[in-house]
T-cell receptor, first 114, second 112 residues
Framework: NAGVMQNPRHLVRRRGQEARLRCSPV?????VYWYRQLPEEGLKFMVY????????ESGMPKERFSAEFPKEGPSILRIQQVVRGDSAAYFC????????????FGPGTRLTVT | KNQVEQSPQSLIILEGKNCTLQ??????????LRWYKQDTGRGPVSLTI?????NTKSNGRYTATLDADTKQSSLHITASQLSDSASYIC???????????FGAGTTVTVRA
């Protein structure tokens, strides 16, 4: 009974490179949420996806960031041309349904931009 | 702008002692309030979930209270253990429920 899996756990990128963060939700969950946690700050909502659809991306920067959740395979958060300010922990959560359903969090990916 | 503020920022307690963490929020409208525990290097794990009509919810040695009128919540940890050392995060959701507003957390350190 695997929980939410994220990989890689740690990712180091130089400025200008691309970062790809993967999230495999709990088996049977079709709702995925991405959050970003800057040092000393709380988690901030980025995007909510349901299989093959972006439901709400209001928390995601319009430039350089994109997310997908294909029919098959993990959800991907992609950051193009990374900058130092992108350094943060990125958490993925999943739920079985929308609404009051519990969101289960993965262990996070810690991105460091040098 | 929705805000969730927690206090204290950090605290140190001796093993076996009790402590209480505070959360004030301005999220409106409000659907439910959750407390999460986040161990270092891990994702948050849910401790309690309360709707606006609930005043208290317990999970083992963790007891959460909610006053929806004053928009305040507290998390009480009884007979602390070393494994309670973690960050405790107050999270409030709007009626859409998927958009969670997170506090910055209170870092609890339990010492033997």
């Amino acid at each position: 009974n695997a929980g939410v899996m994220q990989n890689p756990r740690h990712l180091v990128r130089r400025r200008g490179q691309e970062a790809r963060l993967r999230c495999s939700p709990v088996k049977g969950h079709s709702h995925v949420y991405w959050y970003r946690q800057l040092p000393e700050e709380g988690l901030k909502f980025m995007v909510y996806l349901q299989k093959e659809n972006i439901i709400d991306e209001s928390g995601m920067p319009k430039e350089r960031f994109s997310a997908e959740f294909p029919k098959e395979g993990p959800s991907i958060l992609r950051i193009q041309q990374v900058v130092r300010g992108d350094s943060a922990a990125y958490f993925c959560a999943s739920s079985e349904n929308r609404g009051l359903d519990e969101q289960y969090f993965g262990p996070g990916t810690r991105l460091t931009v040098t | 702008k929705n805000q969730v503020e927690q206090s204290p920022q950090s605290l140190i307690i001796l093993e076996g002692k009790n402590c209480t963490l505070q959360c004030n929020y301005t999220v409106s409208p409000f659907s439910n309030l959750r407390w999460y525990k986040q161990d270092t290097g891990r994702g948050p794990v849910s401790l309690t979930i309360m709707t606006f009509s609930e005043n208290t919810k317990s999970n083992g040695r963790y007891t959460a209270t909610l006053d929806a009128d004053t928009k305040q919540s507290s998390l009480h940890i009884t007979a602390s253990q070393l494994s309670d050392s973690a960050s405790y995060i107050c999270v409030v959701s709007d009626p859409n429920d998927y958009k969670l507003s997170f506090g910055a957390g209170t870092t609890v350190t339990v010492r033997a």
